[in-house]
């Protein structure tokens, strides 16, 4: 097509532009057809041999991202492609070079990722098992009258969460944040079988804010006999001003402990990264009290929308505050 380009009476540049290809390509083209004729013009890479990146090649590069440089002998924490290279090309697969490497990544849809730190349970697991195990009974076979809630607290900070946002090439967004950050908390109870969420707010994560929630559920859930709550170690659960609310409400709310540092047990994490998700990440509120408006709106519309981005416009931030 760019010799026949040319031949019209095109230029170079002209060809290459209308075929959104490098002129670079239409000159070696055209110079090609002119020494050599024709036959000058077939595909020359058909006798490249068999193709290096086939289904055995991507197969062995997901089995080794599977684990890092250091679980195969290297002395580097983290991939390179380079590195990949040298470990593909180690294993007996064909040498290639990075680019090639970097289209076989694209192919399986790896991505640089940022790690997640985590902090390992000291149990063991065959333990820690056994207690999940238990708790996921515990939601299947206690009866209606006895609600099982999962319950934890998260913190609200007025400096915001920073994050990822669509934007067009060039730009890039901008928050102005407070400077003095300031904090409020949140302690909620995930009802799993309703999806109904009861909180309280504070100003300290202490015992007090705990307290508060246990008397706001008795009062909701008036006529259980028994409230279950799945909930984390921490040292407001287990206080003595703790244990002395639980003994007034006269044994009806019962306490089940997960194991240590397994927060994926607790499913009220998810609604707390929703929440961040939808309110606190890129926020824009210049006082602690717009932004408790907008979080109250999007937990009360959580509850009526059973939904976790709920529809909300600033008409219904009006009406929350």
């Known amino acids: 097509m760019a010799v026949a380009a040319v031949g019209r009476g095109a230029s170079c540049n002209a060809a290459a532009r209308d075929l959104g290809c490098a002129t670079s390509t239409v000159v070696s083209a055209v110079r090609r057809y002119r020494e050599d004729g024709r036959g000058a013009l077939r595909d020359r ?3 490249n041999g068999q193709r290096k990146v086939d289904e055995r090649f ?7 991202l599977v684990g890092t440089p250091e679980d195969w002998g290297w002395c580097r924490p983290t991939w390179t492609r380079e590195l990949l290279c040298l470990e593909l090309e180690r294993r007996g697969l064909p040498q290639v070079s990075v680019a090639t490497m970097g289209r ?4 399986l849809g790896a991505r640089r990722k940022a790690a997640r730190p985590i902090v390992e349970c000291p149990w063991p697991a065959w333990k820690r098992r056994r207690r999940l195990y238990e708790l996921k009974c515990l939601h299947a076979h206690k009866p209606p009258e006895e609600p099982v809630l999962h319950v934890d607290e998260v913190d609200i900070h007025l400096n915001p969460k920073v994050g990822h946002d669509w ?3 060039g730009q890039r967004r901008v928050m102005v944040t407070p400077g003095n ?3 409020r908390f949140l302690a909620g109870a995930l009802n799993v079988r309703t999806g109904k969420l009861t909180w309280v707010e504070g100003k300290s994560k202490a015992s007090d804010l705990f307290i508060q929630l ?4 008795a009062g909701e ?6 409230i279950h709550l799945v909930l984390d170690n921490a040292a407001v659960h287990t206080s003595q001003k703790t244990r002395k609310a639980l003994a007034q409400l006269g044994g009806r709310i019962v306490l089940h402990f997960l194991p240590p540092y397994c927060p994926q047990g607790n499913r009220i994490e998810r609604v707390w990264l929703d929440l961040h998700a939808n309110v606190t990440r890129n926020h824009r509120c210049r006082t602690m009290d717009q932004l408790m408006v907008r979080v109250h709106a999007y937990l009360n519309a959580r509850n009526a929308q059973r939904s976790a981005c709920p529809s ?6 009006r009406r929350a505050s």
């Open 45 to 47: 890479r058909e006798g």
């Open 58 to 64: 991507r197969e062995r590069l997901a089995r080794v």
């Open 104 to 107: 076989a990544l694209t192919w």
């Open 167 to 169: 934007c067009l090439p």
């Open 181 to 183: 950050n300031q904090k």
């Open 214 to 217: 246990l008397w706001r559920l």
């Open 221 to 226: 859930y008036r006529r259980a006999r028994r």
């Open 312 to 317: 909300l416009r600033r008409a219904d931030l």
